[in-house]
């Protein structure tokens, strides 16, 4: 049986992109060593990090004056690294999500943190729109998806200070202006790779502005002097990256996932909308395109764990909503087919016509 991967993180890859990844473990272009045995020094590893991080560049359109960076540590590591980097006074936070809030948790170790908005009363349904950003504030921080609820911001906003983006897990998935950001990052592991590194579009010239002594590691200018090899970085999620940004471009770009992007989100929420079971959990303006969840209506609450069943033995993997929204959640990433939604789909009808 056909399976498709509704996993929320880490996630569905293009098959190309695995199947590359896994040869290059066994035999690394030809050399007759593995990818992950042959030193990251050598020039054939090299050209695989200057080919990611120009792939990157020219697929997102980042303009002269940023960097790209691959690093460790996940995007709970930038949680704390934004702030030691960049944060000597004031930090402005839109609070959208349990992510939201741990990027406000660390940063309060550093300075004053304030939450210009917040969601929270309301389970994180939507994304606050009315709120003032203070002038004063070394940076605003936005989630521009929030994974766990479902919502996602679909526009570069315009901030009057340093905007930073956890862009975890809609990166790629539209075009941005990056000029509008000062900062970007994520981890890979939701739609560009597997597991082990996180991305960093950084520029360069919001560095080196704050007071306090940063560790090396944890200095950007670090990764941006030595081009992401001042350590060993992790080479195979780098190398898988690779992979996709290839997959991406050979596709159409960033304008062809955005398409695919919205063809999914809108076969999906049109059945949740159609369907008497089903309701969406996040206000519709607000509705996130690769993480899309929805519960049972109240009268059919009891039939929670048997849609569940009934769709995982139709090849439907990593529906089950997070507990802190429970019911469903279809995470639906750049390399999801739309025949997994209309699959997908034809489970939710067929369901219906049981009850
Ligand atoms: C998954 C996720 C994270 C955490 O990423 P790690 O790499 O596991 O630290 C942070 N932010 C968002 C929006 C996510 O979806």
């Not at 995982?312 to 939604?341: D, L």
Request: aromatic letters at 10%; one cysteine or more; proline letters at 4%.
């Amino acid at each position: 049986m056909k399976k498709y991967n509704f996993g929320a993180g880490p996630s569905i890859l293009p098959q190309e992109v695995m199947k590359a990844t896994a040869e290059a473990c066994v035999d690394f272009q030809g050399m007759g060593l593995s990818l992950m045995e042959i030193s990251h020094r050598t020039k054939e590893f090299q050209a695989v990090m200057d080919e990611a991080q120009a792939l990157f560049k020219e697929l997102l359109d980042i303009p002269e004056g940023y960097s790209v960076l691959f690093v460790g540590g996940g995007a709970s590591l930038e949680f704390c690294m934004v702030p030691y980097n960049l944060l000597e006074k004031k930090a402005a936070y839109l609070n959208t999500g349990v992510w939201a809030k741990k990027a406000m948790k660390e940063a309060k170790l550093f300075g004053e943190v304030v939450e210009v908005a917040s969601s929270a009363d309301a389970n994180y349904t939507f994304i606050p729109k009315d709120y003032e950003i203070p002038a004063d504030a070394d940076y605003f921080h936005i989630t521009t998806n929030n994974t766990i609820y479902g919502t996602e911001l679909r526009k570069d906003l315009d901030s009057p200070v340093t905007l930073v983006a956890d862009m975890s897990s809609d990166i790629f998935s539209r075009p941005i202006d990056v000029s509008k950001y000062g900062l970007i990052y994520g981890g890979a592991q939701k739609n560009l790779s597997m597991a082990g590194v996180t991305f960093i579009i950084v520029k360069d010239e919001i560095l080196g502005k704050v007071s306090r002594p940063i560790p090396t590691m944890i200095d950007y200018r670090t990764h941006v002097d030595k081009g992401s090899m001042f350590n060993t970085p992790p080479v195979v999620p780098i190398f898988c990256a690779l992979q996709t940004l290839k997959w991406i471009k050979a596709q159409g770009g960033v304008k062809e996932m955005e398409r695919r992007a919205i063809e999914r989100a809108e076969l999906l929420y049109g059945e949740i909308d159609r369907n008497k079971i089903f309701r969406g959990t996040a206000v519709p303006e607000d509705r996130s395109l690769m993480n899309i969840c929805f519960v049972m209506n109240d009268e059919y609450k009891d039939l929670e764990a048997d849609f569940l069943k009934f769709a995982t033995e139709r090849g439907m993997s990593g529906i089950k909503g997070h507990r802190s929204v429970g019911g469903f959640r279809a995470s639906c990433y750049n390399a999801m087919p739309i025949e997994g939604v209309q699959a997908l789909v034809q489970c939710m009808k067929d369901f219906e016509a049981l009850h």
